[in-house]
């Protein structure tokens, strides 16, 4: 998609792309999101969809089951952008049933047996 403007928005409409993550969002019995932490927040590619999304209506998750996640790394887990993500759900319709954030990825994942160790 392209980066989120009220101008882009004025000349083009919304992104085909964006009415499709609102449809799948709705079609889907829970979500599970993921996030990546880029200096302590959203990576911008997230941000840049969720925007987009969100001018369909601002209730992106539409009361939807939601588990969130985040790793990283580091000791530190994504904890900041999994904090931040739960403490805007319910402003964006998101029914947050549990969050988990995994510290030192490279520690505690088993790669070639896909598994947390």
Do not use: C
Request: net charge negative; aromatic share 10%; proline share 5%.
């Amino acid at each position: 998609m392209p980066i989120f403007s009220g101008d882009r928005e004025k000349e083009g409409g919304i992104p085909q792309l964006a009415h499709n993550l609102y449809q799948a969002i709705g079609d889907a019995n829970v979500i599970v999101a993921s996030f990546a932490e880029h200096n302590g927040t959203y990576s911008a590619a997230y941000k840049n969809v969720f925007d987009w999304t969100s001018r369909i209506d601002k209730k992106v998750f539409q009361n939807k089951s939601v588990i969130m996640l985040s790793t990283s790394p580091g000791q530190g887990g994504a904890q900041s952008v999994l904090k931040a993500a739960n403490e805007s759900a319910p402003y964006f319709a998101a029914n947050v049933k549990g969050a988990l954030s995994l510290p030192s990825l490279f520690d505690n994942f088993d790669a070639p047996n896909e598994q947390v160790t």
